[in-house]
């Protein structure tokens, strides 16, 4: 069919007309950002030219602007309702993707913990480096991470994907409780990666960047139509470096997406994407600490054994379904399939002999990973009235089947070897050949649950959000050595009641009341040690203000919460041996963002959380006796967390930023002896508009070199080593769109 075929023409006004209701709410914030960028001064509209079209997709609609706090944006993370932060009683941050990009934020873990406020990184090649912090609680168990509003079910506290942010429309973060939308395991917030989709207008961006310690990236976005009523968006990363440990030190990871969407009437909708994830990541597990600190001598000195290798691949296939019959009722379906394989084989745990003065080196592991899930969601959303006021209303199911199957070497001789070596001149050695993996256990995981979600809106002032959600999944887990084996059940109930209220449409004030679960280990991995307690439940309360002002140039949020979580597994005084689920855990805190561009050349992005968190009833069995840590500071959670960006626009196509994060000090043991220092990071970019549509960019991070952790072991209250952050490193990317 030829281009001008009034056939094809005809099918697009009727497409564009169906559409108009629900991206009316959508292109707003862009028609914003463009106006201002007309009457912006000649280099501020130069500057923003090529942003503009990637954040766009060529007038889609469907992406926020590539800045500020996007309340007005709709999003589905905090509510499947599909509404803005100033209509949703809870805290949610809506991360452009395209401002992940822009800072030189290459992976999800580093656009999460520099731009979301209160959420830091305790990531490290045991849980796939992307387990994060949140309100006071910590790990994959606890913040939940989904893929277009999918679950990833966790296995063994690990999760490999999504990593790479080149594929992100946005990521959206929901502070606070959220199994009453997506199910246990969320207690203290929801990370949400939204991938770009297909487009009907043409549209191709490239990128290249180089940069220190080896560094090479490249990328390829690409999207538009084919035929009449298909579309396309392909998105392909490559990333390598020689990294800036040795020996190890080396990464490469390869991120390919692709999605196909056909628009087979006016009102039904079909996406077909499949999504591949090949990770190996540098091969290092920590720095041992000398006299409770990093020695400079070795700060670069790796000490696992030569041939070690982390291997991690993830495929994700999807077919979603969007039909809207008619403008007051909605329905989508997602049918999904992941797997991933992972294996690690390595030595991970290094500390200090201060006797020998040599570095003893543990827990020389083999570990194969299997993990299928394959699943369906459902929901359906209907507008209209009840008792004489507006409202909407979703109901829907979520089903799944997860089957997982670990391959270890726990119980051979290899694994429990001890070696050691000089710190300074040491031959890392090989694996021993006698300490491989065996089948160790399997698991088969199905899961079903049903959800409902309802805003009444009794004024253009006042509505009431209310949710519910019920889980059942079922765990039959079997020894592959001694063939023995259990089933096991459980049942949640989660629920949440919040109310809105907008003095003006541009000012919210909410309430929030929301319960959660969370597991007492990874769900489909748990062992038969816990197999007999329950899930530990949650309650927050929550209050807060939302805003904008100045015609859009300002935007701003305040919460306060406390979460109280129970049924932690405790000792049981006098007991060293018996275990019970009588622990609490809590945390109280407030946070606050604000986002500002009162001039064309600046803008400011700033956000703070404070929290005190502690573990208000909790024993643990140490050597033979029971001791209580009861007001102590939760493993690995820190309670100053703020970040700051400032962007200037000084010249004509040119523009600077400039972006601190600052994390807390932190412990790696119940009972706060290992200390983790505070830290604060410096990042720096620069950016030249070359042509409309190319960028050139400078980028520096840790630029005062800065000696961190991102994560820490200890044993008896002594830390044994920390796993660092990258030291100072540069980096030059082009970007051009064609």
């Known amino acids: 069919m030829s281009r001008s075929d009034p056939h094809r023409h005809h099918f697009r006004a009727r497409s564009a007309e169906r559409c108009k209701h629900r991206l009316r709410d959508r292109a707003l914030p862009l028609v914003a950002l463009l106006s201002g960028a007309l009457s912006a001064p000649a280099y501020a509209q130069e500057a923003v030219t090529l942003d503009t079209l990637s954040v766009s997709g060529i007038g889609t609609g469907s992406a926020p602007p590539a800045e500020g706090l996007n309340l007005r944006s709709p999003g589905r993370s905090a509510s499947r309702l599909g509404l803005t932060a100033l209509e949703t009683p809870a805290s949610v941050d809506v991360i452009a993707g395209e401002t992940t990009r822009l800072r030189g934020q290459n992976t999800v873990a580093e656009a999460v913990t520099q731009n979301a406020t209160g959420i830091t990184t305790v990531a490290a090649p045991g849980n796939g480096n992307g387990a994060f912090t949140a309100r006071g609680f910590s790990g994959p168990n606890s913040i939940q991470q989904l893929y277009d509003g999918t679950r990833l079910f966790v296995g063994a506290g690990?999760?490999?994907?999504?990593?790479?942010?080149?594929?992100?429309?946005?990521?959206?973060?929901?502070?606070?409780?959220?199994?009453?939308?997506?199910?246990?395991?969320?207690?203290?917030?929801?990370?949400?990666?939204?991938?770009?989709?297909?487009?009907?207008?043409?549209?191709?961006?490239?990128?290249?960047?180089?940069?220190?310690?080896?560094?090479?990236?490249?990328?390829?976005?690409?999207?538009?139509?084919?035929?009449?009523?298909?579309?396309?968006?392909?998105?392909?990363?490559?990333?390598?470096?020689?990294?800036?440990?040795?020996?190890?030190?080396?990464?490469?990871?390869?991120?390919?997406?692709?999605?196909?969407?056909?628009?087979?009437?006016?009102d039904l909708a079909f996406t077909l994407s499949h999504d591949f994830g090949y990770q190996e990541p540098a091969r290092y597990w920590g720095t041992p600490l000398v006299n409770g600190r990093i020695l400079e001598s070795i700060r670069f000195n790796n000490y696992n054994v030569r041939d070690a290798k982390i291997l991690w691949t993830d495929n994700w296939t999807q077919l979603r379904t969007e039909w809207t019959p008619t403008a007051d009722i909605t329905i989508r379906n997602t049918a999904y399939r992941l797997q991933s394989r992972r294996q690690w084989l390595d030595v991970e745990q290094y500390a200090f002999n201060r006797d020998t003065g040599r570095i003893d080196r543990s827990d020389y592991l083999e570990i194969y990973h299997s993990q299928e899930q394959v699943g369906n969601r459902f929901d359906a959303t209907f507008r209209g009235t009840l008792f004489g006021f507006r409202n909407e209303f979703l109901a829907g199911f979520d089903v799944n089947h997860i089957a997982f199957r670990h391959t270890n070497n726990f119980a051979s001789e290899g694994g429990g070897l001890v070696t050691s070596v000089d710190p300074f001149a040491y031959d890392p050695g090989l694996f021993p050949a006698n300490g491989r993996a065996s089948p160790a256990y399997a698991t088969s995981t199905r899961q079903a649950s049903v959800f409902a979600e309802n805003r009444l809106i009794l004024s253009d002032q006042v509505s009431l959000l209310a949710g519910g959600r019920y889980d059942a999944p079922v765990l039959h887990r079997t020894n592959l050595v001694t063939g023995a084996g259990f089933d096991r059940d459980f049942q949640a109930l989660s629920y949440r009641f919040g109310a809105v209220y907008n003095p003006t449409p541009l000012l919210a004030l909410y309430a929030q009341y929301a319960t959660a679960t969370d597991p007492v280990g990874s769900l489909i991995s748990l062992s038969q040690s816990l197999a007999n307690f329950q899930l530990s439940t949650g309650e927050q309360v929550e209050v807060g203000a939302k805003g904008v002002a100045l015609d859009g140039r300002a935007e701003w949020t305040l919460a306060g919460y406390r979460i109280v979580k129970d049924n932690l597994i405790s000792t049981v005084p006098g007991q060293p041996t018996l275990s019970t689920q009588v622990g609490r855990q809590s945390s109280l805190g407030v946070e606050a963002a604000v986002s500002l561009h009162l001039f064309a050349a600046w803008r400011i992005d700033a956000n703070v959380a404070l929290l005190h968190a502690q573990y208000d009833d909790f024993n643990q069995a140490v050597g033979g006796q029971v001791v209580s840590y009861a007001g102590r500071q939760p493993i690995d959670v820190p309670e100053r967390v703020a970040n700051l960006w400032v962007n200037w626009a000084f010249a004509p196509a040119w523009e600077a930023r400039v972006g601190l994060q600052h994390v807390g000090e932190t412990f790696s043991d119940f009972g706060n002896q290992a200390r983790r220092p505070a830290y604060t990071l410096v990042n720096a970019g620069l950016d030249h508009q070359v042509t409309q549509t190319s960028r050139l960019s400078l980028r520096a991070y840790n630029l005062f070199d800065e000696i961190y952790a991102i994560s820490g072991n200890a044993v008896n209250g002594i830390g044994t080593n920390w796993l660092l952050g990258r030291p100072r490193s540069f980096e030059v990317a082009y970007s051009v769109r064609f």
């Not at 990521?171 to 989709?197: C, Q």
């Not at 490469?252 to 087979?264: F, I, K």
């Open 158 to 266: 690990t999760v490999t994907f999504p990593f790479d942010t080149w594929n992100v429309e946005r990521i959206e973060v929901l502070r606070g409780p959220a199994s009453v939308l997506y199910g246990d395991g969320a207690i203290g917030g929801v990370v949400n990666v939204v991938t770009k989709k297909p487009l009907f207008t043409p549209f191709n961006e490239a990128r290249a960047a180089v940069g220190s310690d080896g560094l090479a990236r490249l990328a390829l976005d690409s999207g538009g139509p084919i035929g009449e009523s298909v579309a396309y968006r392909l998105n392909v990363s490559g990333n390598r470096a020689e990294g800036w440990i040795s020996p190890n030190g080396e990464f490469r990871n390869l991120a390919v997406s692709g999605a196909l969407t056909l628009q087979a009437t006016p």
